[in-house]
C-alpha cells in the first residue's frame, strides 16, 4: 500500500474546531490528502409558515469543490453529491436532538476541499464536530471509517480488507470489490451511517464492520478530546474577558472615590 500501510491501518489525520470566525460552529477534518470544512449556523426561525412537526429542522449542503479531484466528471460529482449528501442527512439527523430545536432550523454546510478517498465518512466527522462547536445538542458524536474488501486477495485465498483507501487505490482495485462505509457514536455504541456498494458476503461483512467500528472509536476518542480542549480555550477566554471587565469596573470605582475625596477636601478648605 502507498506509505506501506498495513491494510489495517488508517492514515494520519487532522481534527481542528472553530477554523470558520463568523460562523457558531466549524471543523476541518484531513485524512491524508483528503480535506473537509464544515460550518454549522442557527438555530434560527423556519421561515415555511407550514411547518407543523414538532421537531426542528436539519438543512444539509453538501458539495465538492471543482478542484477537489481531477480523476471525477462533473457528472460523476454530481452524482455523489446527491447520494452522500442524502446518507449524511439521515446520519445527522440521527444524531442531534431536533426535539430541543421546535420551529427552528440549523444550516449545515459540508465542503470537500480535497478528494483522496474516504470522504463519506470524513464528512460525518466534519460535520458531527462542527455541531459540537456551535453547542448544538446531540446524543453523540459520529466518527466513522471506510474499508474495502478485494475478493481473493489475502494470503490465504480470501478476501482482503483495505481499511482508509486513498484515491489512487480506490481507482486501481479490481472489478468485483466492495466498499462498507460506517458511522458510529462511539459513547452509546450505536451505528449512525452505513452504506455499501458491491457485493459483501456474510462472513467479510461481519469483519469489515468490526474493523470500521474499532477504528471509528480510535477516531471518536480523538474527537472529544479536541472538543474538550476547545472547550478548556473557551472557558479560559472568557475568564480572562472576566478578569479585565473587574479590572476596569475596580479601576473606575476607585477613580471616582478619589475625586470625591478630592471635591471634600476643596470644601473643607473653602469652609
Not at 120 to 149: C, I, N, P, Q, Y
Not at 180 to 207: D, K, N, Y
Amino acid at each position: 500500500r502507498p506509505g506501506a500501510r498495513r491494510p489495517e491501518e488508517t492514515r494520519n489525520g487532522d481534527l481542528r474546531t472553530g477554523v470558520v470566525a463568523n460562523a457558531p460552529g466549524s471543523a476541518y477534518m484531513q485524512q491524508g490528502r483528503t480535506k473537509i470544512i464544515a460550518t454549522v449556523y442557527g438555530p434560527r426561525p423556519v421561515v415555511d409558515r407550514g411547518q407543523t412537526s414538532a421537531e426542528g429542522s436539519l438543512l444539509l449542503d453538501f458539495s465538492f469543490a471543482p478542484f477537489a479531484s481531477r480523476y471525477e466528471s462533473r457528472e460523476g460529482n454530481e452524482k455523489r453529491t446527491l447520494l452522500y449528501g442524502s446518507v449524511l442527512q439521515r446520519a445527522l439527523e440521527s444524531i442531534v436532538n431536533l426535539e430541543r430545536y421546535a420551529k427552528l432550523a440549523l444550516d449545515v454546510s459540508v465542503h470537500v476541499l480535497e478528494d483522496d478517498g474516504s470522504v463519506l465518512t470524513a464528512a460525518l466527522a466534519a460535520a458531527s464536530l462542527a455541531l459540537a462547536d456551535a453547542k448544538v445538542e446531540m446524543r453523540d458524536l459520529a466518527a466513522g471509517a471506510s474499508v474495502h474488501m478485494v475478493p481473493g486477495a489475502a494470503a490465504n485465498g480470501g478476501p482482503l480488507l483495505l481499511l482508509d483507501c486513498e484515491g489512487e487505490e480506490e481507482r486501481s482495485l479490481p472489478e468485483g470489490c466492495a466498499v462498507l462505509h460506517l458511522g458510529l457514536c462511539p459513547a452509546q455504541g450505536t451505528v449512525c451511517l452505513l452504506h455499501s456498494g458491491g457485493p459483501i458476503p456474510a462472513e467479510p461483512f461481519e469483519q469489515m464492520v468490526l474493523l470500521a467500528k474499532e477504528t471509528a472509536e480510535k477516531i471518536g476518542a480523538e474527537m472529544r478530546r479536541g472538543v474538550e480542549e476547545r472547550e478548556l480555550r473557551r472557558s479560559a477566554k472568557r475568564a480572562r474577558k472576566a478578569q479585565r471587565a473587574e479590572g476596569r469596573r475596580i479601576s473606575s470605582g476607585d477613580g471616582a472615590a478619589l475625586g470625591e475625596a478630592e471635591d471634600g477636601g476643596i470644601e473643607g478648605a473653602a469652609a
